[in-house]
């Protein structure tokens, strides 16, 4: 269906708009192009009429097709300079299977987009089937996490639970061996080379790290670094450790 909207005050957008926390928009040309060649569904298709040359073949399914003013692609966009197209999906979380996945990270309270980002970008250049999202992780299809993932947000499956118990939870009874991390000295770390798999691999918080009580119950994978830094970026340290994973484990 194609329609034409160009003005801000259209029903269809506000409607879109109202709606924008629940669903994930998609900006920019790249990014778009390479969205509409993948066999999935697109809920809207927003295109200036610049836009429209730019057009790949589609093999995506695309419920609604929007001609749109560079006024509306202005109030839909993230974007300092606003995009030629935007697409909009609705990407849900599904059931992640602990005892069919390898390994699967668990992100517990990251809060800054563009680390949650960048662990999406790796999981799917590293080969890690699922990541979970608990304790009140930033939400997946926020702008700044779409921006720094890209199109690794349709690669990965990922799965949101409230807290990390019941993350944990879940992952043990499909008995998969659960892991923190950590830059804390002190006790005994596990190598990497020495995992079992399935398993659940648990970063945390960017200021906050993992509770005592998690760092306490189960092994720890830490990476080894000089004292002089306290810790290393989240997103930094979950990407070392899966390109580790993949080299030695075969991810």
Known sequence: MKIEIHSRANPRLKELLAAKEKLFFFEGEKLVCDILTRKLTVKQLLVSAEGESCLPEIAATVEEYWRVSSQVLGKVSELKSRP??????????????FSRQKIALGLVGVQDPGNLGTVFRCASAFGVSALALAGGCVRANHPKVIRSAQTALLDVPFQVFPTVDALIAKARARKAHVYVTGSHLGGSSLPVSRMEFPCLLLFGNEGRGLEMRLLERFPMIRLEQKERIDSLNVAVSACILMHDLQRLCGL
């Open 84 to 97: 030629q197209m935007v697409a909009v999906l609705d990407v849900a979380d599904g059931e992640i299977d």
